[in-house]
Nanobody, 120 residues
């Protein structure tokens, strides 16, 4: 079955960095565009960054552009999110997912996510 296992979250001060990882299994990872999402307390889940299946194209939410970098390793079936210059408003649970092929949105059920907490 499909598994998405996020890791790498933690507590960091403003201005710090974290690198999130997502281990994917149960589907042909290299054929899917992938995305990172986040959900802050009391807010809806939002798209943070996306990457094409081969990794050649990326896109970012305006709120993270220039600070976050999404990447992938199609040999290891891994997705990454390098987060620099973290802000208080980046505090959230972060999730990865594959993109649906035709309609917009996440393809699979959500994993457990990884908590990122940014403190001042």
């Amino acid at each position: 079955q499909v598994q998405l296992v996020e890791s790498g979250g933690g507590l960091v001060q403003t201005g710090g960095s974290l690198r999130l990882s997502c281990a994917a299994s149960g589907f042909t990872f290299s054929t899917y565009a992938m995305s990172w999402y986040r959900q802050a307390p009391g807010k809806e889940r939002e798209l943070v960054a996306g990457i094409s299946s081969a990794g050649g194209r990326t896109n970012y939410a305006d709120s993270v552009k220039g600070r976050f970098t999404i990447s992938r390793d199609n040999v290891k079936n891994m997705l990454y999110l390098q987060m620099n210059s973290l802000k208080l408003e980046d505090t959230a649970v972060y999730y990865c997912n594959a993109d649906r092929r035709i309609t917009i949105g996440p393809r699979w059920d959500w994993g457990q996510g990884t908590q990122v907490t940014v403190s001042s």
